[in-house]
C-alpha cells in the first residue's frame, strides 16, 4: 500500500468505529457485529498489505491521530458493551448451574 491508501484505509475504520459506536449507543448488536466484521478486513488488509516504504513525517502524524480518534471510539464502545457482556456471562452461568 502507498500513502494514501493506508491514510485512507485507517479513513475508513475511523468512519466504521464511528458507526460502531452509534450502533453500540442505541442498543443495535446486530448491526455493531456487522460492522465489528467490516473493520476486521480493513485491519487485515492493513497487516497483509504493508507499506511499500515509511511512512513520511506528516502521514504517520496522521495515522497516528487517526488511531488515537479510533481507540478514543473504542474505549466508548467498551464501556457501553462491556455491562452487556457482564450480564450475558451471568445469564449463562445461571442458565448452566441449573442445567447441571
Known amino acids: 500500500m502507498d500513502e494514501a491508501q493506508i491514510i485512507s484505509t485507517y479513513k475508513a475504520i475511523l468512519a466504521i468505529t464511528h458507526k460502531m459506536l452509534k450502533a453500540a449507543q442505541e442498543n443495535d448488536g446486530k448491526k455493531l ?3 465489528e466484521q467490516e473493520c476486521k478486513k480493513l485491519t487485515h488488509a492493513l497487516i ?3 507499506p511499500q516504504q ?3 513525517a506528516e502521514m504517520q ?3 497516528i491521530e487517526i488511531i488515537h480518534q479510533i481507540l478514543a471510539c473504542d474505549a466508548k464502545i467498551r464501556a ?3 455491562p452487556w457482556m457482564t450480564h450475558l456471562q451471568n445469564l449463562l ?3 448452566h448451574k441449573h442445567i447441571n
Open 33 to 35: 457485529f456487522s460492522l
Open 48 to 50: 497483509a498489505n504493508p
Open 54 to 56: 515509511p511512512l513520511s
Open 61 to 63: 502524524k496522521k495515522r
Open 80 to 82: 457501553i458493551t462491556e
Open 93 to 95: 452461568t445461571h442458565a
